[in-house]
């Protein structure tokens, strides 16, 4: 029966709202914290009815100045910091920082070090879109998949912890090298959590990529055409979702990547659907980099040896030989000797291309250090993508576009 | 969008297409110095005609009070074609307003990088449509990056004053007793290097200073 004779009423009054309030828009802020936005981004929104005329991210509330604390200490000092950028993939900001000070200094990292690094980098990819994934599938209404990557992750962690000490603020490397040797076994067990982990991952991906109500949530959702994303300098799984095929793992390998076969997935509209693919198969294909990895994993040094000035010796050395004292108090003191130059290197990272911009005048101490973050670049996108979209919707776009706050605020 | 590819060799085409550009010392990409009036024409053919289509990073660097040109602002362009960067530096005329020509209108991606470099540096972007602080607050008075801010930072009243009213706080430096760990490169004596000997005039003991310097 047509509501109308029921209450006929009612459904005059409900028009005469809708009339009076018709283009009558309403301003509405979400975060900084708001569950769905993903730490402190904060959205200051326009919106008539339910969509959205108008949005614009408010940045800085995690703020520390991060850039600044850089040009006061050494080198060496700094890769903590480097932790708190993508706090969800610290081992590859520690990788990424590390290599762009050794370009500057022009070391040469021995290949069991690179071995290492791509190992790191790959696991922190693992375990940063395990993250990801977890979360937006709670953004859009699905628990178990939270439930299910944070039981992997665990697993992750333990590995971490295993390797550096820490499951989560990682500072892993140092300036020349690595802060120890992978423990013995550490491998294998990379390689049992490899095996492991592929059957879960289907389990969990199958979870979402048929679910009627993710694929409605996420479908022709928040679409970013080529053109936009290059021009907007989108970066990582955001750009690849929209089928620009640009990894710098492939394109321009560093630490030895060029030495691994794998795929680098991509897009083909652009919407929030095919972002969460691209990261799924990201998962997969880390995982093959992971297995030749370890299956060839070569030995020999850890750390540029000759990097006397740089890398600080082993604490045994340090206790045993007075130069390597030496070298250790002054690595210590006045930070890694490093010549003067500039140097800009970037990274593929989970989120997307880190880059680290140094300026040095010589010493243990940078003078300029920029950040270059990929979440950053990428939510400066937003306020065009949200436009015409639902409030719903904005929560299943921020998802998919898999931010961290402490990158991109810096 | 351009699908120009890169000519194999960069540097030499194009100092041939702008004579007025020098190269720059660098130890990775190639690199160049631009007139900063020239700045956008470079930018502009570098990804119209050599197939630097994405926009990395805009920044500046403050080469300390006294120098001069104290400001120059670096770019950072990446091809996807050829998988090569390439570095464009620009130094600003003005040490006390620098300003810079914006590249907005050639990627809206730089928006933001040139907000960010406005609100830490203090460049202001020419032709910018919406040149606000973004880091820190609306209002804020300094520009933190730049090299006479201590990194202590600088007492400041809250952004909202009926909260700076209602709870009479401030922003309050940093004490660096206890701050980050800061050593001094190439004091030879230890107890100079040490983290709080960088901002000596006041601690949790020591009383601070009424006029903080700016």
């Known amino acids: 029966m047509p509501t109308e004779h029921v209450f006929p009423e009612a459904g005059a009054k409900a028009a005469a709202a809708a009339q009076e309030f018709e283009g009558e828009k309403m301003s509405l802020s979400m975060g900084p914290s708001h569950p769905s936005t993903h730490g402190v981004l904060r959205l200051q929104m326009e919106i008539d009815g339910e969509v959205l005329t108008k949005a614009e991210p408010i940045l800085g509330y995690l703020h520390r100045g991060d850039e600044k604390i850089a040009e006061n200490m050494t ?50 990819r693992i375990s940063s879109h395990l993250m990801g994934l977890g979360a937006y599938g709670i953004d859009v209404g699905a628990w178990t998949v939270f439930l299910y990557s944070f039981t992997e992750r665990e697993k992750l962690y333990r590995l971490f912890e295993e390797l550096t000490g820490a499951r989560f603020t990682t500072s892993y490397t140092r300036i020349g090298g690595v802060s120890r040797d992978v ?106 980099i992971i297995k030749q990895a370890v299956a060839k994993f070569p030995g020999g040094d850890w750390y540029a040896k000759d990097a006397k000035k740089i890398f600080a010796p082993p604490k045994d050395k340090v206790l045993s030989s007075m130069e390597e004292l030496i070298h ?17 290197f970037e990274a593929e990272n989970p989120k997307g291309i880190l880059g680290f911009y140094i300026v040095s005048k010589g010493g243990g101490v940078p003078w300029r250090l920029k950040i270059r973050s990929p979440s950053f670049c990428n939510l400066s996108i937003l306020p065009k993508v949200c436009v015409g979209a639902m409030i719903s919707d904005v929560v299943s776009i921020l998802g998919s576009f898999d931010f961290v706050m402490g990158e991109c605020d810096r | 969008m351009p699908t120009a590819t890169a000519p194999a060799d960069v540097s030499a085409a194009l100092q041939a297409k702008f004579p007025q550009i020098s190269p720059r010392p660098s130890s990775d990409h190639p690199a160049f110095n631009v007139p900063a009036t020239d700045a956008l024409a470079v930018l502009k053919a570098l990804r119209d005609e050599f197939g630097f289509d ?109 909260v700076a009213a209602e709870t009479g706080a401030k922003a309050i430096a940093a004490p660096m007793a206890g701050g980050p760990f800061v050593a001094s490169p190439g004091e030879i004596n230890p107890s100079d290097a040490e983290p709080r000997a960088k901002d000596e005039s006041w601690n949790e003991r020591r009383e601070k200073p009424a006029e903080p310097s700016a």
């Open chain 1, 328 to 344: 250790n108090f002054m690595i210590v003191t006045e930070g890694p000797l490093i010549p003067p130059g500039e140097v800009y």
């Open chain 2, 54 to 162: 994405f926009l990395m990073d805009i920044t500046a660097v403050d080469w300390a009070e006294g120098a001069s040109p104290r400001f120059t602002v670096v770019w950072h362009l990446h091809s996807s074609s050829s998988h090569g960067y390439i570095r464009i530096a620009a130094a600003c005329e003005s040490d006390i307003e620098p300003s810079m020509p914006s590249a907005v209108g050639l990627w809206p991606g730089a928006n933001w990088h040139e907000r960010e470099t406005w609100d830490l540096l203090g460049i202001r972007f020419t032709g910018h449509p919406d040149l606000r602080r973004i880091l820190m607050w609306e209002g804020y008075p300094y520009h933190p990056l730049r090299k006479e801010f201590p990194l202590a930072g600088i007492e400041t009243e809250l952004h909202d004053p009926e």
């Open chain 1, 75 to 124: 080198y060496n000092q700094f890769v903590p910091y480097t932790d708190r950028l993508d706090y969800l993939a610290p081992l590859a900001n520690n990788v990424a920082y590390a290599i762009a000070v050794e370009k500057l200094a022009n070391l040469e990292i021995p290949p069991r070090c690179q071995a290492i690094r791509v190992i790191c980098c790959e696991l922190a």
């Open chain 1, 183 to 288: 423990p013995e076994g550490w491998t294998d067990r990379v390689n049992a959590f490899c095996d492991q982990f592929l059957p879960i991952l289907e389990e969990i991906l199958r979870l979402l990529t048929r679910n009627k109500i993710f694929t409605d949530r996420t479908v022709d959702i928040g679409v970013i055409s080529k053109d936009d994303a290059v021009a907007y300098g989108l970066t990582g799984p955001n750009l690849r979702g929209s089928g620009v095929a640009l990894d710098l793992r492939k394109d321009k390998p560093y630490s030895g990547y060029e030495q691994y076969e794998f795929d680098v997935p991509v897009g083909t509209k652009g919407d929030c659907y095919d972002r969460y693919l691209v990261r799924g198969e990201e998962m997969r294909q880390s995982v093959r």
